[in-house]
């Protein structure tokens, strides 16, 4: 056996591992089941295949038909592809940058796809069309992170720390271009706006799931040829490249990734939190460090959190929606704050 697969067989066993994302996958089945039967046109059990065929002949079944393809299903589709793409970018960028509290934001395109909306709510680009504001927060998000990548460009190479310094300073800017937009804007837009940023599927639709669509399924193309570099990356970048890894190229690879997911994911349904930072890492603990399993996992448990939190956020204070960056804020806020005193009761340290 070579050192490589010495490696990866290691990489690869942890006792939990193959449990879970059956589990996962049972549990999100329920979740997508109880988030299209209930709300404020509930769907008893017994109605709901009726309903989703549009077999019954009542105009009571013809209006559940009509709410469960014109509003739920395409609301839990979108919570299905976000959540997964949240998480599996923010899988990526802690394997890229070695570090298990990283997450998609690190490199700019979640600030640089808010300036894109909030640019675009100001300027009043939205009258053109409901395409708009999606189309310029994906615009920003993807040029800002290239941005990002290309100041942290140094004789062909992007070091990692490099990376990480150029991500906060861009970031920084961005937070000073929004700050300024929003002080040139008047009440309406700041409400769109405000409402904007802290996230939210109620303007769901099947264009929205459209246009998130292609990018999961590149990135699901891409996931396997960046698990192997990933488990490699772990072990440090010096190792990493000394087991035959191109550690610049799958890096680009890694940051265009990120950048695809995130920026479709915060165009249709503006900035949510702490999805890409706490399912990863509590997925880590569970399957292990190999990254295909963790990929995976962390796609499921993403879906599933945002599939929750959605139907938490409707129903919870009914005919009133929450934002749906407050329903993870409340629920990851914790979990990280227990992740850190996990992490500190294991190795003395804020590590």
Not at 90 to 113: H, K, R, T
Not at 161 to 190: C, K, R
Not at 254 to 275: E, N, P, Q, S, Y
Not at 306 to 313: K, M, N, Q, R, T
């Amino acid at each position: 056996m070579t050192t490589i697969e010495r490696v990866e067989a290691q990489i690869q066993h942890h006792p939990k591992g193959r449990w879970v994302m059956p589990a996962l996958a049972v549990t999100l089945c329920i979740a997508i089941a109880l988030s299209c039967a209930v709300g404020a046109l509930q769907i008893p059990l017994a109605d709901f295949l009726p309903a989703l065929f549009g077999k019954g002949n009542s105009a009571a079944s013809q209006l559940q038909h009509e709410v469960l393809w014109q509003i739920r299903l395409p609301r839990v589709a979108l919570a299905i592809l976000i959540g997964g793409a949240l998480a599996t970018a923010g899988v990526i960028m802690q394997g890229v940058f070695a570090n298990p509290l990283a997450e998609p934001g690190l490199v700019g395109v979640s600030s640089g796809a808010a300036v894109g909306a909030v640019a675009a709510i100001v300027f009043g680009a939205t009258a053109v069309g409901a395409w708009v504001l999606p189309l310029a927060a994906f615009a920003g998000g993807l040029l800002v992170t290239a941005a990002v990548y290309f100041l942290a460009r140094f004789q062909g190479r992007s070091e990692v720390l490099t990376l990480l310094l150029t991500g906060i300073a861009v970031n920084s800017m961005a937070g000073a271009v929004i700050g300024l937009l929003m002080s040139v804007s008047d009440d309406a837009q700041l409400r769109s706006i405000t409402f904007w940023n802290l996230g939210s599927l109620s303007a769901a639709t099947w264009t929205a799931v459209l246009t998130v669509l292609p990018v999961a399924i590149l990135a699901a193309i891409a996931i396997p040829s960046l698990a192997r570099p990933l488990d490699l990356l772990s072990l440090g970048e010096r190792n990493a490249q000394f087991l035959g890894l191109n550690v610049n190229r799958n890096r680009q690879l890694a940051i265009v990734v990120t950048a695809l997911l995130t920026a479709a994911a915060v165009a249709v349904a503006g900035i949510i939190a702490f999805v890409g930072l706490v399912i990863p890492h509590a997925m880590r603990l569970v399957v292990g460090p190999s990254h295909m399993r963790l990929l995976i996992s962390s796609a499921l448990a993403g879906s599933l959190l945002i599939v929750v939190a959605d139907l938490i956020s409707r129903t919870v204070a009914a005919p009133r929606e929450i934002p749906l960056g407050v329903i993870t804020g409340l629920i990851g806020a914790p979990a990280f704050f227990y992740l850190l005193r996990r992490e500190h009761r294991r190795r003395g340290a804020w590590a």
